[in-house]
């Protein structure tokens, strides 16, 4: 067995599924392995970027890691953008990356680069094989990184010839250390909080905003009174008919600002303290209100699921009924469109267990409040503010979720950054309806320089325009085999929306917004 | 005068006219004094990797640095893979970096990271701005950075409130210190190894390639019967009636021992020796025969053009006619496609002074053989192998040299990679035909595939395959605003041709392979 088919086998023997390609010459070896090992499988990908991307949100699904599989140091490079989004996101996820034959780095060929230098700004584990003997358990040492709570990028880095060489072994994982019990005085600090009068929050992020933490959450915020939020820029959050409510902090600093300011306590579960996307002059960077406390539910590594449990039966709440409200649905609008008409209309529509993907940016801002009363959904973000996710997240979030209906909003802007996804999407047949907001700049800058700035200059209003020539997003969909329509009014997205979660099938729609 | 506008009007003295921008927030400072400087283009494009390729196209072709305008670690990272291919053109390039305001970096937002660490392993110069005041020293810095010999990547990384904060002073270059005069012992040496019988070869890339260095290496090679040869991955290559003739080394590492097993010497100029592109387990790295003897005909940093004057003195050349005999150019040829026919046509259509940027991987390989009579023209290939270079390369190119027509020739799957820079090919309105070979494959890994392995699982051809969907390359470019056809026989080759170079608009051709 050689070194490839080892590595290949543990990955399956470890529980990895599926491995997202744009493999070179220098991983023709591992294609091979890949392509004869039935429980493994791969899916071709035209930019790298769209392979991390897709392994992501396969991640935020299932909370197991997908591999990708890179070519040498450029390859690698082209997935950094979406790997620091799934660093931020804490996901699990394997970087495979070829590399040259150990006995040709010292010739310095064109393809040769530091690949573990490129590799550690965004990953918590890093190695390059010595031997082929050593590739499967290294294989299985990677999967163990990336599974360690709350889930991390562990990159492997395989040179060719111990890929090619004799002498794989197939590696079973590491035990799994248990889980650190969550800290009791932590707990109980939570309790005090939560029970002595002051306007508190709790804020969610990572598995707190879906799942079994959610339900938990949601149920100490019934029983104590105090607000659910989630971190602008969360990993999953389930929301919809039945499920707890849970604001999200806002973008904006100063309307963040306001936001948090109605409270004196903060929870903070499984996410940072909330600070402002981008640095003020004229604000803080910490977005809490001056003098009010922030408190960790639980260390790091901890599993939040535990720690809020433990809250939970701290407060008693085991009675508590869930009674959340659930707001109503918007009526179908009509008439030319407009973003609050658009929000309402996939307020409307969305069909039960939909996972929306949103990269819309401005153009979508309303669209959490109109599906507050939608069916039960799950919604994905950009985690790390490096658009181009959209797409690629929607590809591993509809590969792990076959039966579900996936919705990918996207501006114009963030869709060209991968735009290659679309291909991925036609190839493997998935139910995606993406959605693009066409407004034909890129808008968010064009806030930020009005509120920043005085007056923009034409030429540099030309820096940020994407008109002259516009994009035709049916023509760029149709040319990678996708459908596609352009909708002129409200009806009509209403109709090709409706028509799009139908069909089943991949679809775009284009949605010209005024300039 | 804020730092932002100290640093563009510094790029502005120091000679720098271009910067290629996808900026973000936190260079909305730079993005406004860029729009407040006459004398500095900016070019907005759609992603990293096409700003980045651009500046190197424009550096290939004037020996100029031009700035690319980059978006936090993200946008860097999104640049590297054309930033590996520049760093092996070697060619001058100024890399701008906006980071967060300083204040902001330790709260760790969303788009915080190492960009430093990003930057080094493509980068010879890094450094972060500190304060305003020290912007635009930097800026020269970089510059002078950029501009040492042989040509280098400076990445200067701004801290948005260093951009927007008062205190900005404008800064001059650095004296530049004269180039290292060549050792005349290497001089000696090279002309010893050209009269002593012995069969020699003039290894040439860099600037040994083009402009004055290829005109002394005519001359040489006239007077000593010395071969010409370049490196596979060459920055730019003059070529066509009237110049000498000078051979590609094959990318096949076979081919290439083979070719050079002619030659017991070889003289590098302004490379290194030659190497196989990938390791190869049965063949030898060092693609030189054994016993025969390398010398570098100066050290890196000298200017090759001065070193192969002296030598050109050294062996009294100067009487020596350029008597290169010109091949002469194909017939056009007629009917069903075939990639000799379409490098046929090439070479027999190719206008005077044409810009070829040559991405067409296994479809072109006999494009270089077609067009040695071609009228002289520039010859541009991908210098690191990471793929998805052409179209970038062409815009900075055609941008350089605005009179002349460029010749952008690409595989599907390269073309893949950056498909963007289409936009801004139309953006700017340049004179560039792009001509797409669709193999549906990258075929170039099934031929690493078949030498290597045995027979191809369907499952591994499923994963270089770019077939199901067909990628319609008349619709991607059309959905750019890029006038666009798809030409079934070589007369609608030939016609499609002759029309895109006529218009001296953005034309792009699809050419269907059989599979």
Redesign the interface.
Known sequence: MNGAESLVRTLCEGGIELCF?N????E??L??A???APGLR?V?C??E?VCVGAADGFARMTGRPAATLLHL???L??G??N???AK?ARVPLLVIVGD??Q??KR?????T??IE??A???SSWVRTTRSASEVGALGADAIAAARTAPGHIATLIVS??HA??DGGKVAALPIRSETRPAQSASIQQARIMLTNGEPTAIVLGGRGAHGRGLRLAGRIAEATGASLLAQF?FCRLERGEGRPLVERIFYDTRLAMKQLSQFRQLILVDC?AP???????DLP??LTAPGSLCHHLHAPGDNCEDALQELADALSTRGTAATHRTPGRPQLPHGAITLDGLAAVVGALLPPQAIVVDESITSGRGMMSATRGAPPHDWLVN????I?LGVPLAIGASIASPNRDVLCLSGD?SL??T??GL?TV??EALPITTVVFSNRSYR??KG??DQ??SE?????A?????D?????????A?????PARRVESLEAFARALAAGFESRQPNLIEVPLAG
Do not use: C, K
């Not at 149709?478 to 996708?482: I, L, R």
């Open positions: 390609t493999p070179g010459t220098s023709i070896h294609v091979d890949l392509s004869r791969g071709p035209l930019f970027g140091g450029p390859g490079s082209n950094l953008a790997l620091h989004n931020r040259h034959a006995f040709h010739y310095d060929a064109p393809l680069s530091d230098a490129l550690w700004p965004f060719a010839d090619w060489s820029s940072p600070v402002a996307f981008f640095g003020d002059a960077s910490d985690t790390g503010g490096s181009g802007g060209m950054y735009l290659q291909w036609v190839r968010i800058l930020a320089f920043t700035l923009m200059p034409e030429r540099a030309a820096l940020l325009d994407l002259r020539p516009n994009l035709d997003f049916v023509s760029l149709e040319g990678m085999g996708m």
